[in-house]
């Protein structure tokens, strides 16, 4: 299986600074068909997750454009341009490339 | 606007079974994928099972296979999760999700294996 790793596992964050999470795999997640299936989804405390970002750096329709994706092959990075009470909550980053599905172990983002 | 409604969890002896539901709403289910993943009380999120749009293609966490079947029900717009010979290790929040990505998803139904 695609191990998921994330880091930080917590990430302390003054509101309006920038803050990064980065997401590494244990193989590359390029497709055969060309496409990187690396997601992110955010879950706020008492709610469902809510993908984010799509085939690395695609947003999600009403995902506001602090939030971006970059990255490649099996290394990647959600970034967070200026961070607002809001976004506190926990990201997961996701592979699709490979079966089994596999997420990281989530980074759970706090206000300072 | 797409919607997923899940239902069907509850208390359960180990051992025991259930089957979850999951109403969609909003799109044709039968054009997507589908997914079920869960989550441990206080613990991070574990993809389950996924079914294509016509049933004939299904995978599982190793966890689950043998135990656990994904179908559906592309007339009823439904999705489901049969769950059997349940394990204490089987207790979490079970969520539907659209896609092998996972755009939309469900607010979630718990399911509790315990004595």
């Known amino acids: 299986d695609v191990v998921m790793t994330q880091s930080p596992l917590s990430l302390p964050v003054t509101l309006g600074q920038p803050a990064s999470i980065s997401c590494r795999s244990s193989q590359s997640l390029v497709h055969s068909d060309g496409n990187t299936y690396l997601n992110w989804f955010q879950q706020r405390p008492g709610q469902s997750p809510r993908r984010l970002i799509y085939k690395v750096s695609n947003r999600d329709s009403g995902v506001p454009d602090r939030f971006s994706g970059s990255g490649s092959g099996t290394d990647f990075t959600l970034k967070i341009g200026r961070v607002e009470a809001e976004d506190v909550g926990v990201y997961y980053c996701m592979q699709g490339t490979h079966w089994p599905l596999t997420f990281g172990q989530g980074t759970k983002v706090e206000i300072k | 606007e797409v919607q997923l409604v899940e239902s069907g969890g509850g208390l359960v002896q180990p051992g025991g079974s259930l089957r979850l539901s999951c109403a969609a709403s909003?799109?044709?289910?039968?054009?997507?994928?589908m997914s079920w993943v869960r989550q441990a009380p206080g613990k991070g999120l574990e993809w389950v099972a996924n079914?294509?749009?016509?049933?004939?293609?299904?995978y599982y966490v190793d966890s689950v296979k043998g135990r656990f079947t994904i179908s559906r029900d592309n007339a009823k717009n439904s999705l489901y999760l049969q769950m059997n010979s349940l394990r204490a290790e089987d207790t979490a929040v079970y969520y539907c999700?659209?896609?092998?990505?996972?755009?939309?998803w469900g607010q979630g139904t718990l399911v509790t294996v315990s004595s």
């Open positions: 909003g799109f044709t289910l039968s054009t997507y994928w």
């Open positions: 999700a659209r896609r092998t990505t996972l755009d939309y």
């Open positions: 079914i294509k749009q016509d049933g004939s293609e299904k």
